[in-house]
């Protein structure tokens, strides 16, 4: 879901931007702060266990609207009671219940 949220944030964008992303999904921002994309084209989309990487379809989407934007990729601490990361928690709850 953290993978979507970013993609459809991205989209949204009509002209390229600075963008400060907050998402409290470690495996998100580490994969674009610790150059974890990087490694796995290099390892032609495996991880560190030699796996295929979960979701590179979406993976592929996320880095090429990345390459359109100057991204900073900002960790919040999950359920810490952050005000716009509860706000996004509840507007995905709803949505959720309305499809």
């Not at 991880?47 to 880095?63: G, H, I």
Request: contains cysteine; aromatic residues 10%.
């Amino acid at each position: 879901m953290e993978l979507q949220a970013a993609i459809e944030a991205l989209k949204l964008l009509k002209e390229p931007c600075q963008v400060n992303l907050y998402s409290d999904s470690a495996y998100l921002v580490n994969a674009f702060n610790q150059n974890w994309l990087a490694s796995w084209q290099k390892r032609n989309w495996l991880n560190s266990k030699k796996e295929p990487v979960s979701n590179r379809d979406l993976w592929e989407e996320l880095l090429a609207l990345s390459q359109i934007h100057k991204i900073k990729w900002i960790k919040v601490k999950g359920h810490s009671n952050n005000q716009w990361n509860n706000r996004c928690d509840q507007l995905a709850t709803s949505a959720i219940k309305h499809s």
